[in-house]
């Protein structure tokens, strides 16, 4: 199966921006969707964001305005720009595809955003 690496994260003031990496082993072509995850401690793991082949994407109403997917086909990335970042946006951020979410060999070790106010 294709690997997919997350990068990118770290420590930020609130109004801060960050731009998180999803590397993929492979072509992510392969799959239909492609999504950004997150998970705060005690909380449910959250769809943030999704693209398509086509390049559509939705957006977690959280997050509406001020994230942004996209994906490089070429270097088969896909990434998240986050801006005005929030304290609420801490969590551990994940890229995966709703196909392969069920699985747990699917999940890697994420990226941790930190926001401080």
Do not use: H
């Amino acid at each position: 199966q294709v690997q997919l690496v997350e990068s990118g994260g770290g420590l930020v003031q609130a109004g801060g921006s960050l731009r998180l990496s999803c590397a993929a082993s492979g072509s992510i072509l392969s799959f239909d969707f492609l999504g950004w995850y997150r998970q705060a401690p005690g909380k449910q793991r959250e769809l943030v964001a999704t693209i398509n082949r086509g390049g559509k994407t939705t957006y977690a109403n959280s997050v509406k305005g001020r994230f942004t997917i996209s994906r490089d086909n070429a270097n088969n990335t896909i990434y998240l720009q986050m801006n005005s970042l929030k304290p609420d946006d801490t969590a551990v951020y994940y890229c995966n595809s709703p196909r392969d979410a069920v699985y747990l060999d699917s999940w890697g070790q994420g990226t941790q955003v930190t926001v401080s106010s």
